[in-house]
């Protein structure tokens, strides 16, 4: 694999992979990667966009809505039109006109200031069925707040300040099958509540002891749950070291998950990551559904690092199939220790492992040893092999970054910010307002033959129908390498992506068509179960290499 062909500087960035390779083995006591063994290609987009991306969404018009928090004092951005936030409840700066948030418009690569009124510290979020991020909670005077942000041309926040009924901060969102929004605990909630409500009378908070019984009484070790809709219709919640699977509708718990083994945390603030794997074999009875969970910080991290003493993070990934009866843990051991990975599904199926530190914590100062090597999980592969170390970025992105899949089959990456305010002099890890693509090695021009292009239109879909796609390859086809997938874009904050979902559509008579042109039929997901309505990104995937997705709208 070569690296000259699509860079401006290619022996400088050629120079410089193998620099930065090198460094970063030496901390990860990894044997230097080469450049050729590595994969993907970084590429800086913004010096800045201003703000830090503590919160990401990708929307169907491919615009990017970013967020951090109100009450980190100034952003390296004005808000236009010479506005400001004159909101006497604000905990920093009473008359701020600086943003924080801001739209990213994929294609244009350009970025516009957004307006939030109420402090969006450590939410939570999720897309509706008609593609409107809801994003819920916060603090101060955003803590019961609900925000909506519909994409269209010069929109902005729209605030409900009283839409929760409880203060929720560092709780994690869902999508329904019927399209509410489930929003699960928060530091010191031990319940949950839905949005929209019933009606204007609906009051209703529901008690989730789990959250109580993971609650360490030092270190609150079970916020940002791992919560996953399961394909029979119960919620998987992770929380600390262990498992349930919930029924929402009648708060009953229809199975406890074994502890994962060794016992230690992996949720905020020992912040790992975890996904539900692809969901594949749709159509068949017994349909299995899997989630890996990767990194996080042995118990005990958060309070050796108030006194100086940054151990090394959790080098392990458990992986349970949680539709089994009996289940059990299988344990993996990454490249290296691992704490605020994000982990991105792509749309092949495999996970990229992203962001974070080797030692340390999440929380203010907590990290140290970036790593900035990305791992790519190979969930098809064998047990015990299914790493590959990835060709590493050159900037740190510890507390406070984030990472989300794009249209394109990139990865944007943002944000980091270990400290209370902007900080760019004289710390370790300056807030970071750079914004990168990760490349994984799918998009090297070398596999530009092989790729699909899809010759379609976005597209409205219904479950269980019929889809036929007509897609384009140079290369010889290789018919029985032709999957179809689909993936729900994630709200990405505190390095959980909720929401995140893959689909793989099992494709039939694929189809010549003309000259290197094709035609493949799948079946839509058959229920809201296994696909809750909305906006999906759809991509034809061939010997691993995924076309650019087209969005579709399931409902
Ligand atoms: C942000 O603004 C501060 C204060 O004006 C400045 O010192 C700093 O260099 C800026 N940082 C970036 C990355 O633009
Ligand atoms: C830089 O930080 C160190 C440790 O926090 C402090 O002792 C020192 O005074 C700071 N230097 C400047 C120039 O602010
Ligand atoms: C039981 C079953 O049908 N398993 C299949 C699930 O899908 C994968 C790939 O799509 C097949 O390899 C399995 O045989």
């Known amino acids: 694999m070569t690296y000259t062909t699509h860079f401006q500087l290619p022996f400088l960035h050629y120079f410089l992979v193998i620099l930065f390779t090198a460094a970063t083995a030496t901390f990860l006591q990894l044997p230097p990667v080469e450049a050729a063994d590595g994969g993907g290609e970084w590429q800086l987009l913004q010096k800045s966009i201003g703000i830090v991306a503590m919160h990401m969404q990708l929307l169907h018009n491919d615009h990017v809505v970013i967020f951090d928090r109100t009450n980190f004092g100034l952003s390296n951005l004005s808000l236009p039109n010479a506005r400001c936030r004159r909101n006497p409840r604000e905990m920093v700066v009473k008359n701020d006109c600086t943003a924080h948030s801001v739209e990213y418009d994929v294609a244009a690569n350009s970025y516009r200031a957004l307006f939030v009124e109420t402090d969006t510290w450590c939410s939570s979020g999720a897309v509706t ?37 409880v203060r929720r901060w560092y709780a994690t969102n ?28 609906d009051s209703n908070t529901y008690t989730l002891p789990f959250l109580q019984q993971t609650n360490d009484p030092l270190v609150e070790n079970n916020l940002y749950p791992f919560v996953f ?26 199975r406890t998950y074994p502890t994962i083994p060794g016992g230690e945390p992996r949720s905020y603030p020992s912040t790992g990551s975890a996904v539900l794997l692809p969901l594949r074999n749709l159509s068949k009875p017994n349909l299995e559904a899997e989630v890996l969970v990767c990194g996080g910080a042995p118990r005990g991290s958060f309070e050796k690092a108030k006194t100086g003493n940054f151990i090394p993070a ?13 289940p059990k843990w299988e344990m993996e051991t990454m490249p290296s220790g691992r704490v605020m990975n994000d982990m991105v599904i792509l749309p092949n199926g495999n996970v990229l492992l992203i962001n974070g530190a080797a030692l340390g914590t999440a929380g203010w100062e907590f990290g140290r040893e970036p790593v900035l090597n990305p791992f790519l999980y190979k969930t098809y592969g064998r047990a015990g092999s299914r790493f590959e170390v990835q060709n590493p970025s050159n900037i ?9 899949l794009l249209r394109d089959g990139r990865v944007l990456v943002a944000g980091s910010n270990p400290h209370g305010g902007y900080s760019f002099n004289n710390v370790t890890f300056p807030t970071e307002l750079r914004l990168e693509a990760f490349s994984p090695s799918y998009l090297d021009p070398s596999f530009e033959d092989v790729r699909p292009k899809i010759i379609a239109p976005a597209l409205q879909v219904k479950y269980g129908q019929k889809l036929t796609l007509r897609f384009g390859v140079t290369a010889a086809l290789v018919r029985n390498s032709v999957a179809v997938t689909m993936v729900a874009p994630p709200f990405n904050t505190h390095s959980f992506s909720m929401n995140q979902r893959l689909l793989v559509l099992e494709p039939s008579d694929v189809r010549d068509v003309g000259k290197l042109s094709y035609e493949v039929d799948v079946t839509m997901p058959g229920s809201a179960v296994l696909a809750p309505p909305g906006f999906y990104l759809l991509f034809v995937v061939h010997q691993e290499v995924p076309s650019h997705g087209i969005w579709v709208q399931i409902l």
Request: with cysteine; proline share 5%; charged share 20%.
């Open 129 to 165: 069925p008609d593609g409107t991020l809801v994003q819920t909670g916060g603090f101060n005077d955003g803590e019961r707040a609900v925000r909506t942000f519909t994409p269209c041309p010069n929109c902005d926040w729209r605030e409900n300040e009283n839409g929760l009924l």
């Open 396 to 404: 740190p992105r510890v507390y406070h970054s984030t990472a989300i």
């Open 229 to 254: 809709l399961n394909v029979d219709g119960n919620l998987f919640i992770f929380a600390n070291n262990r498992a349930i699977l919930f029924n929402y509708q009648k708060s009953t718990i229809e």
């Open 314 to 326: 959790l080098n392990t990934c458990g992986r349970i199939t949680i539709t089994d009866s009996n």
């Open 174 to 201: 869902h999508i329904l099958p019927d399209g509410r929004l489930i929003i699960i605990g928060g530091t010191s909630q031990f319940n949950y509540e839905f949005y929209p409500k019933k009606d204007a009378m």
